[in-house]
């Protein structure tokens, strides 16, 4: 029987639960201030445009927390040690705040934290800590974080077999490999982040570089994507950009790899799938995407050692 009960405390940036509750996120992530009409309207329609009707997207963190939790179970079966999955959003319910106020009524007095989303900057996952050891500090809840795990090796294999199985469709419809350029994908953040040395780049290069290596790759190159629409300078060069760019280099064959989200969001599904794949027609290039982690088995193997190690290290 399990004598001590650790929580993880599992973070997200969030999505709506429903198209009406596209204004009251979008307010969220505006810290406060309402988006324009336009602006809005702007962003519905992206929702409306991925999801007819039906909105799934909550439903993948959902089953990766639930994943999770089963891992950890697997893991943990005979052992007096019980990890209890808590989700934590940056920008919709359950928030961060709330996690960690469900898991002190629960009794917890541990934590594991851990994001869904592989690489660090100051501005995501960051921003996610800082508020989880804020609210934790209120509570007394002694909680230590994983702030990254952008090279685990069970996150590069399940990656490099995700480039590889769509380069062997790429060779089953006549492409070479080295015909088919690789863009490795990450959201883009300000420009700012690199004068404040913050690891975000480096992080998504170098697991750029383990795929490409593990999968023999041939040619691949990184680029950002679905930049905020804001005065200041974003990272660049952006995904339409370079795809303009392999137009002028003759590249006819694109495999996007977008490894900075980990499951199916707006930004692979209507940036990606939607908007890139319309220039791709139009520069008469054949465009494909891996497919997301989502419930991928190796990633949750990822988080779950993830965690575990962090536990052992601190609350042993
Ligand atoms: C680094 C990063 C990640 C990856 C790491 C991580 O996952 O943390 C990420 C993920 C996500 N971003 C998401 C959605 C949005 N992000 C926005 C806006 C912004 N993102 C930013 C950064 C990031 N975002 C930033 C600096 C802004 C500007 C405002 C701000 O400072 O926050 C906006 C506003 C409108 C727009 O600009 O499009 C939306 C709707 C969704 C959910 C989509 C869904 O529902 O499927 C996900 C997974
Ligand atoms: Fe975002």
Same mark, same amino acid.
């Given at each position: 029987?399990?004598?001590?009960?650790?929580?993880? &405390?599992?973070?997200?940036? @969030? $999505?709506?639960?429903?198209?009406?509750?596209?204004?009251?996120?979008? $307010?969220?992530?505006?810290?406060?201030?309402?988006?324009?009409?336009?602006?809005?309207?702007?962003?519905?329609?992206?929702?409306?445009?991925?999801?007819?009707?039906?909105?799934? +997207?909550?439903?993948?963190?959902?089953?990766?927390?639930?994943?999770?939790?089963?891992?950890?179970?697997? /893991?943990?079966?005979?052992?007096?040690?019980? #990890?209890?999955?808590?989700?934590?959003?940056? /920008?919709?319910?359950?928030?961060?705040?709330?996690? *960690?106020?469900?898991?002190?009524?629960?009794?917890?007095?541990?934590?594991?934290?851990?994001? +869904?989303?592989? /690489?660090?900057?100051?501005?995501?996952?960051?921003?996610?800590?800082?508020?989880?050891?804020?609210?934790?500090?209120?509570? @007394?809840?002694?909680?230590?974080?994983?702030?990254?795990?952008?090279? /685990?090796?069970?996150?590069?294999?399940?990656?490099?077999?995700?480039?590889?199985?769509?380069?062997?469709?790429?060779?089953?419809?006549?492409?070479?490999?080295?015909?088919?350029?690789?863009?490795?994908?990450?959201?883009?953040?300000?420009?700012?982040?690199?004068?404040?040395?913050?690891?975000?780049?480096?992080?998504?290069?170098?697991?750029?570089?383990? *795929?490409?290596?593990?999968?023999?790759?041939?040619?691949?190159?990184?680029?950002?994507?679905?930049?905020?629409?804001?005065?200041?300078?974003?990272?660049?060069?952006?995904? &339409?950009?370079?795809?303009?760019? +392999?137009?002028?280099?003759?590249?006819?064959?694109?495999?996007?790899?977008? *490894?900075? #989200?980990?499951?199916?969001?707006?930004?692979?599904?209507?940036?990606?799938?939607?908007?890139?794949?319309?220039?791709?027609?139009?520069?008469?290039?054949? +465009?494909?995407?891996?497919?997301?982690?989502?419930?991928?088995? &190796?990633?949750?193997?990822?988080?779950?050692?993830?965690?575990?190690?962090?536990?052992?290290?601190?609350?042993?």
């Amino acid at each position: 029987m399990a004598n001590k009960k650790i929580g993880v &405390l599992v973070m997200s940036y @969030g $999505t709506p639960a429903s198209l009406d509750d596209v204004e009251a996120y979008y $307010t969220h992530i505006r810290r406060g201030n309402p988006p324009s009409p336009e602006q809005l309207k702007e962003l519905k329609d992206r929702y409306e445009a991925i999801v007819g009707g039906v909105f799934p +997207l909550r439903e993948n963190t959902d089953n990766q927390v639930a994943g999770l939790q089963q891992k950890l179970n697997e /893991h943990t079966a005979g052992s007096d040690v019980e #990890f209890v999955c808590y989700q934590g959003l940056k /920008h919709a319910y359950p928030f961060i705040e709330d996690g *960690i106020e469900d898991m002190v009524k629960d009794g917890i007095t541990e934590a594991v934290g851990i994001v +869904l989303a592989p /690489h660090y900057s100051i501005m995501s996952v960051g921003s996610y800590l800082k508020r989880a050891r804020e609210t934790s500090e209120k509570h @007394g809840l002694n909680i230590s974080y994983i702030e990254s795990y952008h090279l /685990h090796p069970q996150l590069i294999e399940t990656l490099a077999n995700r480039v590889n199985s769509k380069l062997e469709m790429f060779e089953e419809t006549g492409a070479t490999r080295e015909q088919v350029r690789v863009l490795f994908s990450a959201h883009s953040l300000p420009e700012r982040i690199l004068s404040m040395g913050d690891p975000y780049r480096d992080q998504l290069l170098e697991t750029s570089e383990a *795929i490409a290596k593990r999968a023999n790759v041939p040619s691949w190159q990184f680029t950002w994507q679905s930049a905020g629409r804001t005065a200041e300078p974003w990272l660049g060069p952006d995904v &339409l950009d370079t795809m303009q760019e +392999l137009r002028d280099e003759q590249v006819k064959y694109v495999l996007v790899a977008p *490894i900075g #989200f980990v499951s199916d969001h707006l930004e692979v599904l209507y940036d990606l799938d939607i908007e890139a794949q319309e220039l791709a027609q139009e520069l008469d290039m054949r +465009l494909m995407r891996i497919d997301s982690l989502n419930t991928d088995p &190796l990633y949750m193997e990822v988080l779950a050692d993830e965690v575990i190690r962090k536990s052992k290290e601190v609350h042993v």
